[in-house]
């Protein structure tokens, strides 16, 4: 079965960074697109990076755009998320998802940015 673990998160202060990863397992990592998503208390899950299978295409919105990069590795079957320049509106609970019709996510792991 489709399985997403997610680690790296962690307490930063303003202007550090944080690398997370997801380790993925039970489908073909290699051809599938995958996905970072955020979820802060209160507010909707939003994307924010998504990377294709040979890691060529890459996505990010505008609110991390500069700061955030995402990366595979495909012999390893992991995705990574470096974030740069954090800042407290990034404090959330980070998931990794890959969607073949269900969306899958891993169990998340928290970011906090605080000084």
């Known amino acids: 079965q489709v399985q997403l673990v997610e680690s790296g998160g962690g307490l930063v202060h303003p202007g550090g960074s944080l690398r997370l990863s997801c380790a993925a397992s039970g489908f073909p990592f290699s051809i599938y697109t995958m996905n970072w998503y955020r979820q802060a208390p209160g507010k909707e899950r939003e994307m924010v990076a998504s990377?294709?299978?040979?890691?060529?295409?890459?996505y990010y919105p505008d609110s991390v755009k500069g700061r955030f990069t995402v990366s595979r590795h495909n012999a390893k079957n992991t995705v990574y998320l470096q974030m740069n320049n954090l800042k407290p509106e990034d404090t959330a609970v980070y998931y990794c998802n890959v969607r073949m019709g269900t969306y899958y996510y891993g169990q998340g792991t928290q970011v906090t940015v605080s000084s």
């Open positions: 990377i294709g299978g040979t890691g060529a295409t890459t």
